[in-house]
């Protein structure tokens, strides 16, 4: 698991969750978000080659400690944080979905996600401002603890987008877990 450096710690929380946590509208909605590494060039130059050169393959290493994280974990659904129609085809496979098959968890794609700019395209501002991207479908989440799992964890708003629409549809309890945090 990441380890922050005191610095970045306020209480029990990273600083991030507490800004977050202190704004009225996005209080609460997620419960906690873990981060399986520390995202650093070499897991940069990694990711790149994974999810925009489809290099399929490089999820392997990961699979094991994800699987491991997530089975001792206490939750009903697992949900990868999806691409938009347009950058699946993009990229031919979403990243979330195909690192937690790797480590042989079932995602429930629950959610679909409408097409804007790339997210490594947008500022810290952008990002934060940014309208609701998510839908969810026919699924009942009523009473369900769901876990969201992403590759990066760069401002925490995509997580808290899809927990808050989650929550809104009934989820008990919606926590994150991310390959890493930036």
């Not at 925009?52 to 491991?68: C, E, M, Q, S, V």
């Not at 994280?69 to 993009?90: A, G």
């Not at 810290?124 to 699924?139: D, H, I, N, P, S």
């Not at 989820?171 to 930036?182: F, I, M």
Request: include cysteine; glycine fraction near 4%; hydrophobic fraction near 35%.
């Amino acid at each position: 698991m990441e380890v922050l450096s005191s610095d970045l710690i306020k209480g029990e929380q990273c600083l991030d969750c507490s800004r977050w946590e202190s704004d009225a509208e996005w209080s609460g909605l997620l419960l906690q978000n873990e981060s399986l590494y520390q995202y650093n060039d070499f897991l940069k130059e990694y990711l790149a080659r994974y999810k925009y050169r489809g290099d399929y393959a490089l999820a392997k290493p990961f699979a094991h400690i994800l699987k491991n994280y997530i089975e001792k974990s206490e939750f009903d659904i697992v949900i990868p944080i999806p691409l938009s129609n347009e950058r699946l085809y993009e990229r031919g496979f979403n990243q979330s979905t195909a690192l937690l098959e790797e480590a042989e968890v079932r995602p429930s794609c629950l959610l679909t996600r409408s097409h804007s700019e790339k997210q490594s395209k947008k500022t810290r501002k952008e990002r934060l401002q940014q309208e609701q991207v998510f839908q969810l479908g026919e699924a009942d989440v009523k009473g369900k603890r769901i876990i969201l799992f992403d590759d990066i964890y760069t401002t925490g708003t995509t997580l808290r987008q899809a927990a808050k629409l989650l929550r809104e549809a009934g989820a008990v309890e919606v926590s994150s877990l991310t390959l890493s945090r930036g």
